[in-house]
């Protein structure tokens, strides 16, 4: 570099750390770094904290920042903004490893900082800037033909986020190309291979077992196929997806313009001219890319498209050169990175201000001590907000009303709720909306449960989780919808009777069911919206334990109610 380029590494390099304070949210927002932050607490991977495979040293780093007393959530923050803050000098040494120009290096360390989604991103506590400024150094490190050293940082990377086996490949094969000693690229091999199964393997160990990991993994991997890659039912076509990966993985649609026009300007011209620095970065970041496009979640593109972020900035910043002389080439770049401050600026306010709506919905059980009832999509990130007070997560689907629910009791749930005396802790959307993901947690309700199930006749006091009756009990379930469903799990004494009994379920008024032992079913009802509803179970047969000599109870017992649910369908 000349003194000048010095000069303006050094400007760009200072620029870029102070604005990366003011990308720091204030709060956790996201499930996935409920998932983290539970991980540091207590680390399953079967219980994904965190997801599978389990990012084992970007926990293990953030672990020990939690040993010197920093909480969990600013551990894993913390990673991020150092991360982000060496952005710049990670794309340096990684653009002047490929051979890529200084000025083009410099603009494009500029253009890859002020990313909306990286700036956004390097506040969180997601792992994804931290992988992907680790993938540079790697790159770097690699290309220098430090195979030893470098085999120590992939395997550490890859131990971050497995993603960076794949962006370091062509760098790894050209280094051991370059160099052609044979046995420092085994020895690079075996490093690698050390630290990513220990890492793994420790991983495994910490979650059950290696049985119950790699079960995890299968399971994440189908979860994966049949929601986020090509082979998911309701995906899109890849090409229709093309440009929400590669164009406007964010919603900023003046920068979106900008940085899509130069990227394919410069693309056009490297391709054209044959510009070896260039072609060698696509060749590193290309099966990435790639990879990205056909598995990833389409929903996700800003967090996700951080991976490839740098290659995307190297093209748009070749773009510059292409377009401008050496005196305009910083003038117009500083334009670009002016408008891309300005455009995400009021977002970051939004997170480094104000606190998220699942901490303040968490925030308010915890003052009011309400038992607190979580839907399925706030689980993970209340688990991680309220791990010492209780609450219960629901499974998937519209909340139901159990056995175990009181009035006063509440529901905690993603959107906004009309319900009466619903309280709705918001986020203001904006050009937030665009750089996170836009459907999840802007709004977070808790619900009051004004009705509960009712067991007014024929039961006896409740034990644990259960209810034993005598010969007909009545359960009353409050009106609520037309279509309900009633989920029951009812437990006979077969052992004990005689003969098998019969049992009746009648649904206001009418038989739904005859059964003749144990049941674990579902009813899809017509409910009364105006009156509460009832439901019979009666069954002609009973056992006293004590007359029988099985014990000291003397009650006569029918029929044994685990658990009962009510809920829309």
Not at 26 to 48: C, M, N
Not at 205 to 220: F, K, V
Not at 304 to 331: Q, T
Request: include cysteine.
């Amino acid at each position: 570099m000349t003194a000048g380029e010095k000069l303006g590494a050094w400007l760009i390099g200072v620029s870029v750390a102070v604005t990366r304070f003011a990308a720091l949210s204030k709060t956790p927002w996201d499930s996935d770094e409920g998932r983290f932050i539970s991980a540091l607490r207590g680390y399953d991977v079967v219980a994904h904290h965190p997801h599978p495979p389990g990012f084992p040293l970007f926990v293990a780093f953030a672990k020990l920042l939690t040993l010197i007393g920093i909480s969990g959530f600013h551990a894993l923050q913390l990673l991020s903004l150092v991360a982000s803050i060496a952005i710049v000098p990670a794309m340096i040494a990684a653009g002047t490893r490929f051979g890529i120009a200084p000025r083009t290096t410099l603009i494009a360390a500029a253009l890859v900082s002020f990313f909306p989604n990286v700036w956004y991103f390097g506040g969180t506590a997601f792992s994804d800037v931290v992988s992907m400024t680790f993938s540079l150094v790697v790159i770097a490190v690699l290309l220098r033909g430090r195979l030893i050293e470098g085999g120590v940082l992939l395997g550490i990377a890859a131990a971050i986020r497995p993603q960076t086996l794949l962006i370091a490949a062509v760098p790894a094969l050209v280094a051991v190309w370059r160099e052609r000693k044979w046995g420092r690229a085994f020895a690079f091999a075996a490093i690698v291979a050390a630290i990513v199964l220990t890492s793994y393997g420790t991983a495994a160990h910490l979650s059950g077992g290696w049985p119950r990991y790699r079960q995890s993994l299968i399971d994440h991997e189908d979860y994966i196929a049949t929601h986020d890659s090509f082979r998911a039912p309701l995906r899109p076509p890849m090409w229709e997806l093309f440009d929400n990966f590669f164009l406007r993985p964010y919603d900023a649609k003046v920068i979106n313009v900008i940085v899509s026009a130069l990227l394919a300007i410069g693309g056009i011209a490297a391709l054209v001219r044959r510009d070896k620095p260039l072609l060698l970065a696509l060749a590193t970041f290309g099966p990435f890319c790639l990879a990205a496009w056909a598995l990833l979640d389409r929903f996700s593109t800003s967090r996700f498209s951080i991976g490839y972020a740098p290659l995307v900035a190297f093209f748009a910043a070749h773009g510059l050169a292409v377009i401008f002389s050496r005196r305009l080439e910083a003038i117009a770049a500083t334009v670009v990175v002016a408008i891309m401050i300005v455009w995400t600026w009021p977002a970051l306010r939004v997170v480094n201000d104000t606190v998220s709506p699942p901490f303040a919905a968490a925030q308010w059980i915890r003052e009011h001590h309400a038992t607190a009832y979580v839907a399925d999509e706030m689980g993970p990130i209340f688990d991680a907000l309220l791990p010492d007070v209780p609450h219960a997560d629901l499974p998937p689907g519209s909340p139901p009303l159990t056995a175990l629910m009181r009035a006063g009791d509440v529901y905690v749930r993603e959107g906004a709720s009309s319900a009466p005396g619903s309280i709705v802790f918001q986020r203001e959307r904006g050009r937030l909306a665009a750089i996170a993901r836009s459907t999840r947690y802007f709004e977070v309700s808790i619900v009051p449960i004004a009705s509960a199930i009712d067991f007014p006749e024929g039961w006896y006091p409740p034990e644990k989780t259960w209810r034993w009756m005598g010969k007909r009990a009545r359960i009353v379930l409050p009106p609520h919808l037309e279509r309900m469903r009633i989920d029951l799990s009812l437990y006979v004494p077969l052992d004990a009777l005689p003969a098998p009994p019969n049992v009746t379920i009648t649904f206001n008024g009418a038989v739904i069911d005859r059964v003749h032992g144990n049941v674990e079913k579902s009813y899809d009802v017509t409910a009364r919206t105006n009156a509460p509803n009832e439901l019979v179970i009666e069954t002609d047969e009973t056992v006293n334990p004590a007359v029988r000599g099985l014990g000291g109870d003397t009650r006569d017992l029918g029929v044994r109610l685990n658990e009962i649910s009510w809920s829309s369908r």
